[in-house]
T-cell receptor, first 117, second 113 residues
Framework: GAVVSQHPSRVICKSGTSVKIECRSLDFQATTMFWYRQFPKQSLMLMATSNEGSKATYEQGVEKDKFLINHASLTLSTLTVTSAHPEDSSFYIC?????????????FGNGTRLTVT | SQKIEQNSEALNIQEGKTATLTCNYTNYSPAYLQWYRQDPGRGPVFLLLIRENEKEKRKERLKVTFDTTLKQSLFHITASQPADSATYLCALHGSSNTGKLIFGQGTTLQVKP
């Protein structure tokens, strides 16, 4: 089955530093990946759509300069939280679907728990 | 605006019973609806997809219905087991043709032995 690997699974950083999260599709190519954020006992909130070879599309209210997304290859997308603050502490989850399958299910990584102190 | 609602209260049932979870949506005309399972601290895992022209879909002990008139989907787990305890999320495609999924807030199911 399609596997999405997300790294790191947990990260603790100090306020003001930047953190990079990687999302890889291990056995399929993904022209599009999605980044979600989830607060405790809440649903997944879509942050942005990551497109291979082009700029990401951000959802309303998500600061593109704070959450930098790079999708340099068909198997890798990265999310960088710049100048992180305690309010950025959350569970970040990436997802992907095989290229050419617009409506097929998403495959999710296991998330990154970010804690900003 | 588009809205997806799931019962935010936890559902507690006895092992062996059927669990029924509800997903309602407004201001949508989705062609597909999907259900996912999420365990604590993990990413969601896909369970079932149902199309607008399908009334019902089954997979082992799982059954999903899709009523486009009522704008509702029901998710059933028959002969429930403690291992079925998790949060279940319904998801719909956003209105634009980006393939992005919008999730409901999920319903937590607790199956007691």
């Amino acid at each position: 089955g399609a596997v999405v690997s997300q790294h790191p699974s947990r990260v603790i950083c100090k306020s003001g530093t930047s953190v990079k999260i990687e999302c890889r599709s291990l056995d399929f190519q993904a022209t599009t990946m999605f980044w979600y954020r989830q607060f405790p006992k809440q649903s997944l909130m879509l942050m942005a759509t990551s497109n291979e070879g082009s700029k990401a599309t951000y959802e309303q209210g998500v600061e593109k300069d704070k959450f930098l997304i790079n999708h340099a290859s068909l198997t890798l997308s990265t999310l960088t939280v710049t100048s992180a603050h305690p309010e950025d502490s959350s569970f970040y989850i990436c997802s992907a679907r095989p290229a050419g399958s617009y409506n097929s299910p998403l495959h999710f990584g296991n998330g990154t728990r970010l804690t900003v102190t | 605006s588009q809205k997806i609602e799931q019962n935010s209260e936890a559902l507690n049932i006895q092992e062996g019973k059927t669990a029924t979870l509800t997903c309602n949506y407004t201001n949508y005309s989705p062609a597909y609806l999907q259900w996912y399972r999420q365990d604590p601290g993990r990413g969601p895992v896909f369970l079932l997809l149902i199309r607008e022209n399908e009334k019902e879909k089954r997979k082992e002990r799982l059954k999903v219905t899709f009523d486009t008139t009522l704008k509702q989907s029901l998710f059933h787990i028959t002969a429930s087991q403690p291992a079925d305890s998790a949060t279940y999320l319904c998801a719909l495609h956003g209105s634009s043709n980006t393939g992005k999924l919008i999730f409901g807030q999920g319903t937590t199911l607790q199956v007691k032995p």
